[in-house]
């Protein structure tokens, strides 16, 4: 009997939200103090007098700092699949259900989208409390979420593959943390010698940066960013759906 | 209903299974029996599709679970040994859950699980958080989510293990009622009172092989109805006979310390596998009578 293959993505995504909803209140302030320190400590400590491509810096930093935080965000639905597969055996549960892999992956990635929508949400409000206001037209969200697909999938692959926590934890001190700092978020990429912005246009942070920052100032997104994103995400999903067999034995 | 055919499963350089052969018919209550790290767990995650065999079938209601796994699990239950509920979710939301990834229909989960939490008698608990629950009724909770969508093979892998007396007595009596009501149980314990309480046929399992497979009465009687058990030199050795007087009569020729009793499924594991049941997998055939 040939099924849906996307059947039940929506149970593992339901479940997913189940969960966030009963921690909402630590969830939203977890996902809050970063933004507020790095305003605190950059926008206002250091750049409040500072002008960047045109903008104030702190006008400047905000969309930054949702491309980070909603990377952040869907990257950690890594750490709720390895407790549902390490400690919790949740795993189990879903691998005993007749589901295709592919509905894992998707419902995962749904769940890791909404964390990374909600991570930007929370910034919008923390920086209209320093003042500014930001342009969060349909192409601001978009770029939000193809951001949120690209490292929730990328999140999945990851945590499929790990054999425990502290493997996850050395992909983040070595790929996410690193991503975070050098893809335009907290400084211009203009200031970078032409190799490195090379290089760094590698980077998919870098292209959501690019992105969320553009829309955010109320300008059409380069196109060729959303692209990327999109193919990479592409890309992730099927990686994660291919590896997600290598997690059962 | 569950056949198996040749299955091994090899991880780096260990056989966890060795090409292992079964039929579980319809309607039956098979327990795999068999010391720890047998293959007992190995076995139900192949049947259930958690684990791929190295080579060998598994067909569940006569569908293969290696080429066609969705429709293979919709005909399973699983209660597996970890008790993995979400701790966050209440028993409802946990049960919803499962409803869901089995495609039940909303109207139809919903009537299943007032159904099934009373059958388990949880209906009290349907909307605390699993977290604040005990293991017994953890336990309890993971029998009804296994049952929730009508499987007809039930896999339930130690299901009691770790619970008091009372509780596991409880269990078994969920088993037994899940049985009459139509469904196939292949039940994994290295508890031996168990599998001769509840099970129909036992398959003896040591160290990733099938030693044999009968009903607990025959298996029990190619020993002999009466066990005689003596010490000697400090060590416990067990005799079989047909006969009561014929134990007694043996025992009195020795003139010890001695025991007449009646053979049970722990006899017929030792003599049958060389192994003992409750301790880990031997290795080799030191024990028995």
Redesign the interface.
């Known amino acids: 009997?040939a099924?849906n293959p996307f059947?039940?993505a929506?149970?593992?995504y339901?479940?997913e939200m189940?969960?966030l909803k009963?921690?909402i209140v630590k969830q939203i302030a977890s996902m809050s103090v970063t933004p507020t320190l790095y305003v605190v400590a950059f926008g206002y400590g250091m750049g409040k007098d500072v002008t960047v491509e045109g903008v104030g810096y702190l006008a400047f930093l905000i969309p930054g700092l949702v491309a980070m935080n909603a990377m952040n965000h869907a990257w950690a639905i890594a750490n709720e699949i390895n407790i549902a597969r390490f400690y919790?055996?949740?795993f189990?549960?879903?691998?005993?259900?007749?589901?295709?892999n592919v509905a894992y992956v998707a419902g995962e990635a749904m769940a890791g989208v909404t964390r990374a929508l909600l991570s930007a949400s929370v910034i919008l409000v923390v920086a209209l409390l320093f003042g500014v206001t930001l342009h969060c037209g349909p192409w601001f969200w978009l770029a939000v979420a193809l951001n949120g697909f690209v490292f929730s999938t990328l999140a999945i692959a990851a945590a499929m593959l790990v054999r425990g926590h502290s493997d996850q934890n050395m992909i983040a001190s070595f790929v996410i943390t690193p991503m975070a700092f050098l893809s335009g978020t907290v400084f211009p990429l203009s200031s970078m010698p032409e190799w490195a912005q090379g290089a760094l246009s590698l980077i998919p942070l870098t292209h959501a940066a690019t992105a969320i920052r553009a829309a955010a100032f109320g300008q059409t997104p380069p196109l060729g960013s959303l692209a990327i994103l999109a193919l990479l995400g592409a890309l992730f999903f099927i990686v994660a759906y291919k590896v997600v067999?290598a997690a059962?034995? | 209903m569950i056949s198996i055919r040749n299955l091994t499963k090899r991880y780096g350089a260990t056989d966890a299974l060795k090409g292992i052969s079964l039929d579980v018919r319809a309607g039956e209550l098979f327990g795999y029996l068999g010391p720890n790290g047998s293959g007992k767990t190995t076995t139900i995650n192949i049947l259930t599709g958690l684990t791929a065999p190295t080579s060998g079938a598994a067909l569940l209601a006569g569908v293969d679970m290696a080429t066609d796994p969705v429709n293979a699990k919709r005909v399973n239950g699983l209660v597996p040994q970890s008790l993995n509920l979400d701790g966050e979710l209440t028993l409802f939301e946990n049960l919803m859950i499962h409803g869901r990834l089995f495609g039940m229909a909303r109207r139809d989960y919903l009537a299943r699980i007032d159904e099934l939490l009373d059958y388990v008698e949880m209906t009290g608990k349907r909307d605390a958080l699993v977290k604040t629950l005990s293991g017994g009724q953890k336990r309890r909770v993971m029998i009804a989510r296994a049952l929730l969508h009508r499987p007809s093979i039930l896999f339930l892998d130690e299901p009691t293990v770790g619970l008091d007396p009372s509780i596991r007595r409880r269990i078994w009596s969920l088993i037994r009622q899940t049985q009459k009501d139509g469904a196939t149980i292949f039940l994994t314990t290295h508890y031996i009172e168990e599998a001769e309480f509840l099970a129909d046929r036992v398959a003896f399992l040591v160290e990733g092989e099938v030693a044999a497979v009968d009903t607990p009465h025959a298996l029990m009687a190619r020993l002999g109805e009466w066990a005689l058990d003596e010490m000697r030199d400090g060590d416990l050795a067990t005799r079989y006979f047909a006969d009561k007087q014929q134990a007694h009569d043996a025992a009195d020729a020795n003139a010890g310390s001695y025991t007449v009793r009646r053979v049970n499924l722990e006899d017929a594991f030792i003599a049958l596998t060389g192994a003992k049941v409750t301790g880990d997998a031997p290795k080799g055939n030191g024990h028995g009578k």
């Open positions: 009997m099924s059947r039940g929506y149970a593992l339901l479940r189940l969960i009963r921690r919790l055996k949740i189990e549960e879903f691998q005993a259900a007749p589901i295709h067999d059962r034995n």
